[in-house]
């Protein structure tokens, strides 16, 4: 009985189990919880099927993903705080081991492509639903507490589910309505990260819609341009307040634009870790209070990271766990644009998708979150398992 258990286990997560990662995103309405328990339960019941179908393994970014778990641990060393950064250390590991799990998954049929494609689209719709539900709880204060955008509207994971949503409407919706429909989806998107005062999300959004209409509509440049800017005019034009920031000390005005964010890399570039080459240990960059503290406007801020995922990454694990992960990143993409031409046309529409994605996550990380949270972590991981995918289906079709 235990020996039959195990197989079923392990075909039931590739009938539907692997989907568990398209689902995810969805978690960000019912909190962090919800979301550590899908993840942890996603990843153990992934990693008992990993040995059985180790070939499916992508031969570069295996290797180099394994190294950086390697280097993330060995940056631990260094820490004041050793037991923040193992907790960090695990939970980064739980987030990421997708980069293994989701190429294997879509290995095992076809189908399994359109299928992940499809449920990130219709996880991309429920959330936008979602959000917009629950907005009159802290609009109209029924939550107890003033209304503050800044930390209660959730709107960090619409740039990368963007792309899933429009190709969603793109392949399955009547042709008639889809341009309509497209362009209302996208609208309302831009409404709630203006409403949200997201700047880096309004900058992730434009990313993603860009390379989408390049690499997946294959529009004109002067096309896919004006709408680039059409949609980054009305992001300001809904909300033009946090646009303003310049008012907050008209001294530094770059300082107040960017809300304090060029002060903080510049005290972390003045002030590198001890261990450059390994970091004050994955997860303990907040301990540096000094350095994440700034003035602007007469008023002292303190912060928990660097708003930029690079230099979070620098501080934290040093020059070898930054560039390892840079190198991962884009090792990924390189072999993509190596294989493009050999992919068919629905499959390069399909890499298009998650390559939008892709790149609207890192434009949003550029300015906002930090390389360990679930946004990077974990969705950036699974966009780039999909484009591992085309490569390994290319080498596969190579060989037959």
Not at 116 to 141: C, D, H, N, Q, R
Not at 174 to 183: D, V
Not at 284 to 311: E, P
Request: one cysteine or more; aromatic letters at 12%; glycine letters at 8%.
């Amino acid at each position: 009985m235990k020996h039959r258990a195990i197989p079923m286990l392990q075909h039931a997560f590739f009938q539907w189990g692997w989907l568990i990662a398209a689902i995810l995103p969805l978690t960000q309405l019912g909190g962090r919880g919800l979301f550590n328990t899908l993840v942890s339960i996603y990843a153990l019941w992934g990693l008992s099927t990993l040995w059985n179908h180790r070939y499916h393994l992508d031969r570069w970014l295996a290797p180099l993903y394994l190294a950086l778990l390697g280097l993330f641990l060995l940056s631990i060393a260094g820490s004041t705080d050793p037991v923040r950064s193992i907790q960090t250390w695990l939970q980064f590991t739980v987030n990421s081991i997708v980069l293994l799990l989701v190429p294997i998954a879509l290995c095992e049929s076809t189908d399994n492509i359109e299928r992940f494609i499809k449920t990130l689209a219709l996880s991309g719709l429920l959330m936008l639903v979602g959000l917009y539900l629950m907005l009159p709880w802290y609009v109209l204060e029924l939550s107890g507490e003033p209304f503050s955008p800044i930390t209660q509207l959730k709107e960090d994971n619409l740039p990368f589910l963007l792309p899933f949503m429009l190709a969603g409407i793109w392949w399955y919706c009547p042709q008639r309505w889809r341009i309509m429909a497209m362009t209302s989806v996208t609208m309302v998107a831009v409404a709630y990260v203006a409403l949200a005062e997201g700047r880096a999300a309004l900058l992730g959004l434009v990313v993603g819609l860009t390379v989408f209409c390049w690499r997946v509509l294959n529009w004109r440049l002067w096309r896919i341009s004006s709408v680039a800017l059409l949609v980054l005019i009305a992001g300001i034009a809904m909300n033009s307040t946090p646009f303003n920031k310049v008012e907050l000390d008209p001294g530094h005005p770059l300082d107040a634009f960017t809300a304090g964010r060029t002060i903080l890399w510049q005290q972390a570039l003045e002030n590198p870790p001890v261990q450059p080459w390994l970091g004050v240990g994955i997860g303990n960059g907040r301990t540096a209070t000094q350095m994440l503290s700034f003035d602007l406007g007469g008023i002292t801020h303190q912060v928990r990271h660097l708003h930029n995922f690079v230099l979070d990454a620098w501080y934290e694990t040093g020059f070898l766990g930054a560039g390892l992960l840079l190198a991962l990143i884009a090792t990924a993409l390189i072999r993509l644009a190596h294989h493009w031409r050999c992919l068919s046309t629905i499959d390069q529409q399909r890499a298009g998708v998650l390559l939008a994605a892709t790149l609207a996550l890192m434009a949003t990380g550029l300015l906002s979150f930090s390389y360990t949270t679930r946004q990077f972590s974990c969705y950036l991981f699974i966009c780039l398992g999909g484009l591992s995918y085309f490569s390994q289906q290319h080498n596969t079709d190579t060989a037959l």
